[in-house]
């Protein structure tokens, strides 16, 4: 093929709830009860000799693995000898070939049967003959749909990618004091080698190959074809993942759900174009949007995870994340050897340190809004003066200048909130991200938002408030799809042009040889993940629900953002960055909770602004006491509404709750059987010993 482009207490979501581990434990017990017979299953063994042995496969390429160019051989071969070895000496049990003679670049594939005990051991879930989804069991890999005996499309390239990124990052050091060949780069047992051999230099770059002709494929029917038609899901799943397929779904899902805001928002902006105090029906209309949309999609999410089969695929025994450090301990539930990291430590270190530094960055922003507010001071003087052209201009650049650098701190920020969560040693990915989008969200919120309610609530300007807003909301757009999509385009299409030229091959080549590829794929960006993207989109979904009925205009110019963002993240997924691994995933994560979050404060934020209106205050004349008290009466009751509605609608659909409850039902059963016939063997035991 050629390519194209500790803490066990302190995290408890090693173990689901008990519920899911008796759930999944039924699965299993299905599975064993499932099992063909002994005789029947060394028939199928004696069948399919390219599945049960390793010894010889077609060799597939499908991760790249590039070492420093002077990395001493002891240190290659000592690597390359753990990737090979099995599972018993605390290898990989991969298959891995360099690029070119003497060359630190190398290609890693598997065999079909080693994929297959991947998969099992990550617990994927595949649709059985039955059309319902189960864990996969390697055993019973036959009772699958679309289960061949060679290499086929049972698991997808992303899914392949996925199990070997898997097994390479649960390499850890056993009696082993230092990289060989690195004195410097000392090990300890529980250490993740492929971490320390990223931090010490070794370890170049690892990423998984393109398929180009399934990327010319995804590519057309995606993005190179401009017509108003939906994503094609399922292809992107097929090829990037779950998590990143999310993300699209999401985008397009939130694009269309503000449809209804921007139909309202055109002829409400144009008719009532200097009328500021005419916003109490579109501020109303904004309450029970952001209260719905959300609903929506957690079912239509839902749908979507069960057809991928990640919706019931519970990560019970998660592996401790690459970057975690800590003595050799044992898991207590699995019995596996991993590190242990005291609680207490990196608790000392959230509260000494990552607290603190956050309020520090929260009292900068509220600085630099200060420096704002004069800025808007001086300028209204100055025009008020000059009375020119010029100078009514001018009144606009405060705006701009504030919202550009409001976009510096955020990324700078980012940065510092990066280094900050791996410094506190997260065991679990979950349990990283969730703390690094909290500090990232919190900033975030103050440096874009800590204006506008200053302005809507204190200086109650909402002339200056949808000029802020205004700016803010574009000058974000521009610089974020210049910095993310237009950007790295550029340069990628640049830097491939060079390469090409270097390599000698002619542009109007349409296939390389893996070589070439492989060098080419090299040069190009890594994609860091869908956080960037997602925060776009909370700081739109709150501009857009906190104060969009002072400016209708803001949805509108959010679904045009948007419909440009498909494409642009369509184009810079294809072509500019590298292909990034495959990783499952049932939901948004821990976004859905920023944005319910969101939804909660635009509902207070609306009601304050609707007993700000006018109309409202003139039933109130010198009652401010009585109109407070019933802003906050009304505010409550709609917090208790959306709360309920949250309740009453149910996140999974009638019939896939059905389906998850028949799988369950039937586990439940298969461990019956499997008890009573454990206790009979157990029985007939005991009673050959009496005779």
Known sequence: MT????????????????????????????????????IESAARMKRKGSVSEDVEFTFTPLVILELAKDTP???????????????????????IRPLEENSKVYVIGASWRRLLLGAESLGFIKEFQDGSMRVFTYNNREDYKHFTDDDSDFLTMAEKQYIIKRELENLRAVNETMVPGHPQAKLYPGKSIFRRLQTSGILIQLYPLHEPAELKKLSF??????????????????????????????????????????????????????DYDKYIVFATFNLVWSTIVLEVWKRWCSRLSYKWGTLTMKREFEEPRPGFHGTLGVNPATGRKEPVYPSYRRQLRIYLVSVPFVCF????????????????????????????????????LPSVVYALVIEIMNRIYRYAATFLTSWENHRLESSYQNHLVLKVLVFNFVNCFASLFYIAFILQDMKLLRQNLAALLITSQIINQFVESLFPYCLQKHRKKIIKQKLSIST????????????????????LGTFDDYLELFQQFGYVSLFSCVYPLAAIL???????????????????????????????????LAFETMGVISVMTNCALIGMSPQVKSFFQGKSIELVLLIVAVEHVLLGLKFILAFAISDIPRDIRNKVARLEFESMEALKQKQMKEADESLKKEQQKMK
């Not at 051989?73 to 991969?94: M, N, P, R, Y």
């Not at 699209?248 to 928002?265: D, N, S």
């Not at 679904?559 to 995933?585: H, W, Y």
Request: hydrophobic share 45%; proline share 3%; with cysteine.
């Open 3 to 38: 390519g194209c482009l500790n803490d066990v207490g302190e995290e408890r979501d090693v173990i689901d709830s008990w519920g899911w581990s008796l759930f999944t434990g039924c699965v299993r017990a299905l599975a064993e009860a499932l099992r063909p017979s002994e």
């Open 221 to 274: 029917i995606w993005y190179r074809q401009v017509k108003f038609s939906f994503q094609p899901l399922d292809e992107i799943q097929k090829y990037f993942g779950q998590s990143i397929v999310l993300y699209f779904a999401f985008l397009e899902y939130f694009t269309f759900a503000l449809f209804p805001m921007a139909v309202i928002g055109v002829p409400y902006y144009i008719f009532a174009w200097e």
């Open 558 to 592: 959010a679904v045009l953002n948007n419909i440009t963002e498909v494409f642009s993240d369509a184009l810079k997924m294809c072509r500019v960055f590298k292909r990034p691994f495959s990783q499952p995933g049932s939901d948004i994560g821990v976004w859905l």
């Open 361 to 396: 960055s929260l009292y900068i922003c509220i600085v630099v809004m200060m420096i704002y507010f004069g800025m808007e001071d001086l300028v209204l003087a100055y025009n008020e003066e000059a009375q020119s052209m010029f100078s009514s201009s001018l009144l606009y």
């Open 73 to 95: 051989e002891e240190t290659t071969e000592w690597l390359l000898q753990k990737i090979k070895d099995g599972k018993h000496l605390s290898g990989a049990h991969l298959s």
């Open 508 to 527: 109007e080549e349409k296939e390389l040889p893996l070589t070439d590829q492989v060098k080419l794929e090299g040069k190009m960006d890594t994609f």
